[in-house]
């Protein structure tokens, strides 16, 4: 069947583009292999390697498909010196031990191996020894490494640090509905956050719907593929990058609108939270700081406060327990008199910053278990300077 297909070119190789959003430009293509039946029916990708596996012809297929796209690439590649192309390896490829002609293909097309990636599925390869030695010596060679599927129940994390990718791609899985999915919105942070770390690029799989994208941007994803921009194409005409670019830019201004209004709303929780630190202060200034009982007006003044408590600044130690409107949950307490602050960054940096206030990034309350933030400000109270502190619930 294999041979078949080869000598009838029933095989094709169709790209899908790549992009990024904040440079505004196709950043790469992938290869994907597309085969027909004598029927012109299409055969499936899955089944085409499965079968050649079992006609024992993995090998001589995958330097044919590998060969179709670099020959389909180079048009767009001499267009664009920039340009990345992405190819699959298959598994039993890099398990085997018999040489790979790719190279020598590359330059035959006159293509530079740092325009090509080299997408390793690293969960399916059994031998760890063949994987890194067929990484190195492709990395030796200047090309790119790209590992794929990323975030599926096999991918493990201690093959980064002898893989060393240049890209990761995010499994579709990660980021499927991920704007509505609190848990794997922190997933793609977390991953974002290491793969970033290490070095590494971060694409996103799969995506094909706009809310996707933005908190895949959010998150700091690097480029994307999939549907929403475009599907695999046989050929990408101008008509298509204009298209491709026009989906680019749309997502490109909800992303500058939404962190104009992250921007919003973190000023006006500033500045409410300086009128709050004002509050306080003045209800101090007449009642004294042994009897805070008239600072639970406050707190019942604004829903999304709630918790209240003062440092000395001096020392970090807190004075009197924490006011706090909220329900305890178990494991989190709140904090009481005598408590220590002097290492919680809210205490340290409003206390040494110039302006005397700090405000937090989000993190879970230890008062109440609640997503939070604090704003902490410096006041002073005859002539003795405190840090008073509020839990926001953001």
């Known amino acids: 069947m294999i041979n078949d297909l080869i000598n009838e070119k029933s095989i094709e190789i169709y790209l899908q583009p790549i992009v990024s959003i904040k440079d505004k430009k196709i950043f790469a293509y992938e290869a994907l292999t597309r085969a027909t039946d004598r029927y012109g029916e299409p055969i499936s990708p899955l089944y085409l390697f499965e079968q050649a596996k079992k006609e ?34 298959e598994a039993s490829v890099i398990d085997s031990a018999k040489k790979d002609k790719f ?20 969960d399916r390869i059994k031998d ?12 030796n060679k200047s090309f790119l490494i790209a590992i794929d599927d990323f975030g599926t129940g ?4 201690d093959r980064l640090e002898f ?17 509505n999915n609190f848990i794997n919105k922190e997933i793609l942070t977390a991953v974002s956050h290491m793969c970033h770390n290490i070095g590494a690029m971060v694409l996103g799989e799969g995506v094909e719907s706009r809310d996707e994208i933005l908190t895949c941007v959010k998150k700091g994803i690097d480029v994307f593929q999939g549907f929403w921009f475009c599907k695999p194409q046989n050929e990408i005409d ?3 990058r204009e298209e491709i670019f026009g989906y680019i830019d749309n997502v490109g201004n909800q992303y500058k609108n939404s962190v104009k209004e992250l921007i919003k709303k973190k000023q006006a929780l500033l500045q409410n939270s300086q009128q709050l630190a004002q509050k306080v202060l003045s209800t101090l200034e007449i009642s004294g700081i042994s009897d805070m009982s008239d600072i639970n007006q406050i707190i019942s003044q604004d829903d999304k406060l ?3 408590y003062i ?11 924490t006011l706090i409107d909220a329900q305890e949950r178990h494991l989190y307490t709140p904090t009481k008199n005598g408590n220590d602050h002097s290492l919680k960054e809210y205490y340290f940096i409003a206390n040494e910053s110039l302006r005397g206030d700090y405000l937090s990034k989000r993190y879970i309350s230890k008062a109440s278990g609640h997503m939070c933030r604090t704003y902490a400000s410096k006041i002073t109270l005859n002539d003795v300077v405190y840090i008073v502190c509020f839990d926001i619930v953001d």
């Open 238 to 240: 101008e008509s298509m």
């Open 103 to 122: 190279i020598s293909v590359v330059h035959k097309y006159n293509i530079s191996p740092s325009n090509i990636v080299i997408e390793v599925k690293e």
């Open 56 to 89: 024992n012809l993995s090998i001589e297929l995958d330097e044919y498909v590998r060969e179709l796209a670099l020959l389909k690439f180079s048009k767009y590649y001499h267009q664009d010196k920039e340009v990345l192309l992405f190819v699959n390896f």
């Open 306 to 308: 709630e918790a209240i």
């Open 311 to 321: 440092i000395d600044s001096m020392s970090g130690i807190q004075i009197g327990d």
């Open 154 to 157: 096999y991918s493990s994390f």
């Open 163 to 179: 893989i060393k990718p240049d890209i990761v791609k995010i499994d579709r899985s990660l980021i499927y509905n991920v704007h």
């Open 128 to 139: 760890s020894h063949a994987l890194k030695q067929f990484i190195d010596a492709y990395r």
